[in-house]
């Protein structure tokens, strides 16, 4: 099994900062692609960042400049550094994870249970 929990949701005024994280566990043998998703009620998820296990970002146009992705590949975790948030940030934050389990030959997608990000105005 894997297991991708995630932290740091919180109420936050606009303009101020936090920082979301996702710690993959469980058997596996290697990460591919991990990333964050944010969904409101009654719309589609949509993609905020993303990060290849080489580092390479990207961004949706709405967040550059002011979300940075990073990823700890011995800690099997990402981040979502989140400055200068907007009102419009507030969402549902899902990680997401690529991974290669133990004995598996091809990777499997998994998906965080999501954490709240309130921006008050």
């Known amino acids: 099994q894997v297991q991708l929990v995630e932290s740091g949701g919180t109420l936050v005024q606009a303009g101020g900062s936090l920082r979301l994280s996702c710690e993959v566990s469980?058997?596996?043998?290697?990460?591919?692609?991990m990333g964050w998703y944010r969904q409101a009620p009654g719309k589609q998820r949509e993609l905020v960042a993303t990060i290849t296990s080489g580092g390479t970002t990207n961004y949706r146009d709405s967040v550059k400049g002011r979300f940075t992705i990073s990823r700890d590949n011995a800690k099997n975790t990402i981040y979502l550094q989140m400055n200068s948030v907007k009102p419009e940030d507030t969402d549902v934050y899902y990680c997401?994870?690529?991974?290669?389990?133990?004995?598996?030959?091809?990777?499997?997608?998994?998906w965080g249970q999501g954490t709240q990000v309130t921006v008050s105005s």
């Open positions: 469980g058997s596996i043998s290697s990460i591919n692609a």
């Open positions: 997401y994870a690529r991974v290669l389990r133990r004995g598996s030959f091809s990777y499997t997608d998994y």
